[in-house]
């Protein structure tokens, strides 16, 4: 889903936001955050990017970030 359905604090879903225009791409949100059992503050926020391009998108998402790209693993 491209949408929560859940409610994000405002501050965090404006860093998705910022992130989701930065990488020209869509985030695909699933696990708690779509559940009822999700609670805010608690929950981690599952997301999904598809790409063609893995290694393009790993390195735009380590600079947004400001991560080292060997933080990433497949999966």
């Known amino acids: 889903m491209e949408t929560t359905r ?3 604090p405002y501050k965090l879903k404006s860093i998705l936001d910022k ?3 930065d990488l020209d791409t869509q985030f695909y ?3 708690s955050v779509q559940r009822n059992d999700y609670i805010e503050g608690k ?3 599952d997301i999904c990017i598809f ?4 290694t ?3 390195t735009r998402v380590a600079h947004f970030l400001r991560v080292q790209k ?3 693993k497949r999966m």
């Open 70 to 72: 060997n933080d990433f």
């Open 56 to 58: 393009s998108m790993i």
């Open 43 to 45: 929950s981690d926020i």
């Open 19 to 21: 992130m989701k225009t």
């Open 51 to 54: 790409t063609d391009n893995e």
């Open 29 to 31: 949100y699933y696990g």
């Open 6 to 8: 859940n409610e994000l």
